[in-house]
């Protein structure tokens, strides 16, 4: 008896990364509604699709999930690099942060996404400011997300003083609250930036209404060399000494960590993002990630804000997370491309509570899906998918895009958003950003000439 | 009055590289025959072309050059990652290369060109087995080459015994001396596989044909202590002890040096080829990079082979060079995004010895120019184009391809070679590869499953 079905994605091999790792050659996948109603190898003629998709030999996967960013920072790409921190920050970034506004935001996490859904991510988790825009960008566009306004003992542009902080924050969880796509976390920036009174707030926000609490967690060691003078704790003892840390806590970066802050973390189940480009770019350090994973935490990857990166594509970010911990610790049997490949989704799935919904193709999640082209030379011969995905693939080779059950991309047309008007309204605020800086480095040489 | 040339690139960014960094916003280039033939912002009318490239408000640049691989690993790529050095080596890599013919290097190299030229490289350097087959893939595709038959001690499965190594060699010499774009080096393999006899042998034959001779040099602890243990000496104080350090010497590697090799190797003037993720992926160690260039060395940029990086996209390995050396120091401020792509295409073009050749864009040079596409949410907004090369772009972004005056690539389509026979010939060596190992990882999950 026939079954209708919405979409077929069949004619490739779906890797499910589920928990028994099954792998389908030749296999196709059913989508109902939003959900994923069918994986297999056998019997496709009996679903009977409105559409389909034709992977074309190549790999069905789930969606990547990139953990932790700042999206509407695409805006800032190439601003300033290669510089001293404290430079790039007070130089380039805050000035320009400080001018933001909403519609800022919103321009430059609508070009975020495009670049995101181009490159495979399908679930973003976002820190930044005017929150609510992220939120909107996607909304409108069908992307997954987890976003929450940073939080902080400044006044903020959005919000104000640090008195409305939670307020704001929880307005935004109850608004979106019933969303299929959106969720919101209450996001503390940091415990340098965060007072203990501002933290415990903020925690029992996110306890109130059973939702993440994320956290940038000794990203530098100037952070812990302050957290330290300050209250003579590492920033894990003292999230710990607040009673902050448990599974709904999401530590990004957890570059300078201590052996004994990875129990702790452990013992009281919280999870991790790394972010491995990002923290190179800006010589923070390398994670102890092969430490974190062998104490049993749950790490997702991400990579950061465009600034310090300077690209979305997760593919990139995965063949570093590889990479790094195999020269740093010199043995090239860590971090896998197996074990990369889950970190970047069913892992990251499981940080941001959302490993029920996404992450893995399993009948009755929903239907985050990707399709990578592998007809191409550095994808052939394949002797391992794992392999190809981490090692060799590039965000560009993704060919297609389901979200909750969503058409996104197809053969790489975005078909939610206008990409001449994204762009369009990309450049028009790049001028502005241009205006905000003094010495504004545009185009210009070593020499500082602009031309012969 | 109007100048007749064969083609103008217009329309975009020009990056010459040249030694005054000259740059040339809406700028265009002029190619005759093989060379260009001017560069310039201005009286574009006054150039009557037979063909011309829009470049769209994209960069124009320099061709990459890839300064050390091994292209016909491509067909090796992914058949084992993640495992201990001398395991990769004995239980997949050497078995398999016992095994293959001319033939099969033809394919893999066709198929590397076609990945490199796809991801914006115009130049490479190769070392390996049957290199008479590299030269012709070359050849025929149209793509500039420096390569060597490898030599050591050992048999050859291609020239024989190692009394064959050297007229071997020479005859290679003596048949692409004339070439306009496939130039020969002298290739033994590495201080630990080829004895002093061999070495000094090599080194003549370079010196007598003035020709480059290559090596690998201090890729592994391993390695350095057989050397120290056989010899008394570094690899660097055994090469200099044997008179082989010189302005022709490339050095591949050069990870597991010491402060006193770096003086002595800029002494001799020679040159050395940073290889950064095939280093970290097998763990062997981080190069002094930094050291080196303060020193004097020029270096410049490989893939290595496709088994241990695993692609030739030269954009991911400048992202990897510019962050590695960044945490490895923890300077956010050491190589910066211009000298990393100096070193992926000048640097490189001069430690070749082809530096009046290739690797800028300057008049007289010859005609080796990508062009990349800029109008993707990836590289929009750009302050600066070499930030954006190094950090954001990848090989996927090379819209059209020149070398040698000859229009390879256009609009991401290759107009050298067949890419589906190619492709087909790639799957078809895959088979026998298969075949050569007995344990074959294939798709294999990590349960040993299949499928569920």
């Known amino acids: 008896m026939m079954q209708d079905v919405d979409m077929i994605i069949k004619n490739g091999t779906v890797l499910t990364m589920d928990s028994k790792n099954s792998l389908f050659e030749n296999g ?29 030999g190549g790999l069905i996967l789930p969606g990547l999930v990139n953990a932790h960013t700042h999206a509407a920072m695409s805006l800032f790409r190439g601003l300033a690099d290669d510089l001293p921190l404290m430079e790039w920050l007070n130089g380039y970034i805050f000035p320009v942060e400080s001018q933001m506004d909403a519609d800022f935001v919103y ?38 997300c987890l976003v929450g306004e940073v939080i902080y003992d400044f006044p903020s542009p959005n919000y104000g003083p ?31 930036t965060c007072s203990p009174k501002l933290l415990t707030m903020a925690n029992e926000l996110a306890l109130k209404y059973e939702v993440p609490l994320i956290i940038h967690v000794a990203e530098t060691k100037t952070e812990v060399n302050e957290i330290m003078g300050k209250y003579g704790k590492t920033p894990i003892e003292h ?53 974190m994973l062998a104490a049993g935490l749950i790490v997702g990857l991400g990579t950061d804000g465009c600034a310090s990166n300077n690209n979305l594509d997760l593919f990139m970010e995965m ?32 940080v941001l509570g959302l ?20 007809y191409q030379p550095h994808l052939v011969p ?31 047309s975005l078909l939610t958003l206008d ?20 010495n504004g480095p545009h185009i210009k040489n070593e020499n500082g000439q602009t031309h012969a």
């Not at 063949?319 to 049997?333: E, F, G, N, Q, R």
Request: glycine share 6%.
């Open 419 to 438: 990409l001449n008007e994204v762009i369009a309204n990309a450049e028009g605020k790049a001028v502005k950003v241009r205006s905000w800086i003094s």
């Open 355 to 374: 490993e029920d919904i996404t992450g893995s193709l399993e009948v009755g999640k929903k239907a985050d899906i990707i399709v990578i082209d592998t």
């Open 28 to 56: 196709f996948l059913c989508v109902k509604g939003d959900t994923i109603a069918h994986i297999g190898d056998r019997f496709i003629e009996q679903f009977n699709p409105l559409k389909t998709i034709d992977a074309k």
């Open 162 to 192: 640090v008195e409305n902080a939670i307020e704001y924050s929880e307005g935004l969880i109850r608004k979106w609250r019933d969303d299929p796509i959106v969720s919101i976390a209450v996001e503390p920036h940091s415990p340098y």
């Open 239 to 291: 999230l710990d000494s607040l009673k902050i840390l448990g599974p709904h806590l999401i530590a990004d970066h957890c570059v300078c960590i201590e052996p004994s802050d990875i129990t702790t973390m452990a013992i009281h189940g919280v999870k991790v993002v790394h972010n491995p480009e990002s923290n190179m770019k800006l010589a923070a350090g390398i994670a102890p990630v092969p430490e």
């Open 107 to 144: 321009a430059g996490t609508l070009l975020a996404i495009a670049e995101m859904i181009l490159s495979g991510t399908t679930t973003f988790c976002d820190m930044y400011l005017f929150e609510e825009e992220v939120a909107k960008a996607a909304k409108r566009t069908g992307m997954r």
């Open 319 to 350: 063949d570093m997370a590889a990479k790094i911990h195999k020269v740093h610790s010199m043995d090239p049997t860590v971090m896998d491309a197996f074990s990369v490949l889950q970190m970047a989704t069913i892992g990251g799935a499981t």
């Open 382 to 412: 394949m002797y391992n998918p794992f392999s190809h995905l981490v090692y060799a693939a590039n965000g560009n080779d993704v060919r297609h895009t389901i979200i909750n059950g969503r058409l996104i991309m197809e053969d790489r």
